[in-house]
């Protein structure tokens, strides 16, 4: 399945772009937005309930998504709890301070210890809400023992940022079982990381022939024409993994990247905005909003939204480039700047 990683770094790597939520000046409301995790393992296929207190009652409630997403809006400003009580987990209290002064976005990152062992989805986290869920015992039933075996390597050499090592379990899983679709798709997610389009094309075609019903290849092979400058190949690919993921925050970030790159400025930020909306945890959108607010000259909201970013992303790899290019516009006496292409 296809990672953010492999996706975002290459979609950004030709200009870097930088975004937030709202404008600051027009967020009278905050709200608080989190990620579950689990400490050992992957997020469990069924959703877990999150829980909002304030003063020691329940407001409001709930579910995470696949990728262990949640998010409570329209808050004011004031202390809250957030809190899981999960049968198969310890209990979790965390605290959220949403302060409009300083900051109307609260980012939180729930790790969940589970109480006893459980066995997770051998895939790759998912991007977007992709609903396509497989058990591992399918993968057992669909291919061989010594396939499956790989894959699973494969997997988690991804998880510790090995892809040369992934590459040779993938493409040893597709050697015992050469419709081994997820494999192909994934292999191909690791030949983008290292910029071998071709290879990658190449994977993403075999995985949408042997699967025509999941988004994920045809996104991806969108993201590749759009580096490759083949615009509207990119739109028929996209508007393919559109029409079976409507809701797809991906989806929408591609959207307003090819909206851009063809020049249709005004209709870029509708889908941008979109994405945010949809995956709020989800950095490229935001960045990608900067940089079409200050190609339309918008340099006031252009910064606003880099300050909105640094704030609820102080861990982003894009943070330092953030502040950097904050830094600048904030000197600047030109009335708008462009991110270098």
């Not at 210890?113 to 015992?137: C, E, F, M, S």
């Not at 493409?171 to 071998?196: C, M, R, T, V, W």
């Not at 993994?241 to 209709?267: C, V, W, Y």
Request: with cysteine; net charge positive.
């Amino acid at each position: 399945m296809l990672r953010i990683r492999s996706l975002v770094t290459f979609l950004l790597c030709g200009w870097f772009a930088t975004l937030v939520p709202s404008l600051l000046a027009q967020q009278q409301l905050g709200r608080i937005v989190g990620q579950v995790r689990l400490t050992k393992g992957d997020f469990p296929r069924n959703p877990i309930m999150v829980d909002l207190q304030f003063r020691g009652s329940a407001i409001s409630s709930v579910y995470t998504d696949d990728q262990g997403r949640f998010g409570f809006y329209n808050l004011e400003g004031n202390i809250y709890h957030v809190i899981i009580n999960d049968p198969e987990f310890y209990p979790v209290d965390e605290i959220a301070n949403v302060n409009l002064l300083v900051s109307p976005t609260v980012m939180l990152q729930i790790h969940l210890d589970p109480k006893k062992a459980t066995k997770q989805d051998p895939l790759p986290n998912r991007l977007g809400g992709n609903p396509y869920i497989v058990d591992p015992a399918d993968y057992n039933r669909q291919f061989p023992k010594k396939a499956v075996k790989e894959f699973e390597q494969a997997v988690e050499a991804d998880r510790q940022r090995k892809p040369d090592e992934a590459i040779r379990h993938y493409q040893k899983a597709l050697e015992i079982a050469p419709n081994f679709y997820q494999a192909h798709n994934n292999l191909g997610s690791d030949y983008l990381s290292k910029s071998d389009f071709s290879a990658a094309r190449k994977q993403f075609e075999q995985a949408i022939q042997l699967n025509q019903s999941d988004a994920a290849a045809y996104f991806n092979l969108s993201n590749i024409c759009i580096l490759t400058s083949e615009l509207p190949v990119a739109r028929r690919y996209l508007d393919e993994g559109m029409r079976r993921q409507p809701d797809s925050a991906l989806g929408h970030f591609l959207e307003g990247t090819l909206n851009i790159k063809l020049g249709k400025l005004s209709q870029a930020e509708g889908p941008l905005r979109q994405a945010i909306q949809l995956d709020p945890l989800m950095a490229q959108p935001r960045l990608q909003l900067v940089n079409l607010l200050l190609q339309q000259g918008r340099k006031g909201d252009a910064v606003a939204q880099l300050h909105d970013f640094v704030s609820a992303f102080p861990q982003s790899p894009f943070s330092a480039h953030a502040k950097e290019l904050l830094k600048r516009l904030q000197t600047s006496p030109a009335p708008s700047q462009t991110v270098p292409k």
